[in-house]
């Protein structure tokens, strides 16, 4: 089954500065790579997807990027702000499973 | 935010006790999903159905039982538990099982199992 692994676990950084999280996964037949946020207590949700069609996608303060070949994808956040603090879950689904990397704990310092 | 619901939020139970956890969605969805979510593991997919059938059980114990009367709802039989089945249990859904589909999670149900 497929592999997704997650970069770093844990992530602090000062209001205003960017973050990045990187994810790799094993099958090469993954086509699709949604990343979730997770605020405490609540539930996962969406923020930005990306297919294989395409390297880059933007959505104002985040980005995912997608390198097929060294079968990577990263999330990547900019001017970071306190509400950005969650965990934040990567996802590589293939066939009829959803594997989700194991998260990364983002802090935002004010 | 109304889209998932599940209830209980929480629950307490003993080994030998019998529970279920229940789970709804107002979406208009055809599939729907049990994850297991424990401290510093990932998301773990137990169960899928789509369109009222089970298409995935992903070598679930048979102490987790699945139930899905209708497309709007799912629930979750558990029977003699063991402390280790302690965790968040996240229900999902989306638009149907094809992977392209955003899958929209309900609050969960944080089990403890004493």
């Known amino acids: 089954g497929e592999n997704v692994e997650q970069h770093p676990s844990t992530l602090s950084v000062q209001e205003g500065d960017s973050a990045v999280i990187k994810c790799t996964y094993s099958d090469s037949a993954s086509n699709y790579f949604p990343w979730y946020k997770q605020e405490l207590g609540k539930r996962p949700q969406l923020i930005i997807d990306i297919r294989s069609n395409v390297g880059e996608k933007k959505d104002q303060r985040i980005a995912v990027t997608l390198n097929k070949t060294a079968k990577h994808f990263s999330l990547h956040i900019t001017e970071t702000q306190p509400e950005d603090s969650a965990v934040y879950f990567c996802?590589?689904?293939?066939?009829?499973?959803?594997?989700f990397g194991t998260g990364t704990s983002l802090t935002v310092i004010p | 935010e109304t889209g998932v619901t599940q209830t209980p939020r929480h629950l307490v139970m003993g080994m030998t006790n019998k529970k279920s956890l229940k789970c709804e969605q107002h979406?208009?969805?055809?599939?729907m999903y049990w994850y297991k979510q424990s401290a510093k593991k990932p998301l773990e997919l137990m169960f899928v159905y789509n369109f009222k059938e089970q298409t995935e059980n992903n070598s679930v114990p048979s102490r987790f039982s699945p139930e899905c009367p209708n497309s709007s709802h799912l629930f979750l039989h558990l029977h003699t538990l063991q402390p280790e089945d302690s965790a968040l249990y996240l229900c999902a859904s989306s638009q149907d099982r094809t992977n392209y589909n955003e899958q929209f999670f309900g609050p969960g149900t944080r089990l403890t199992v004493l």
């Open positions: 979406l208009g969805h055809n599939a």
């Open positions: 996802a590589a689904p293939t066939g009829n499973q959803f594997y």
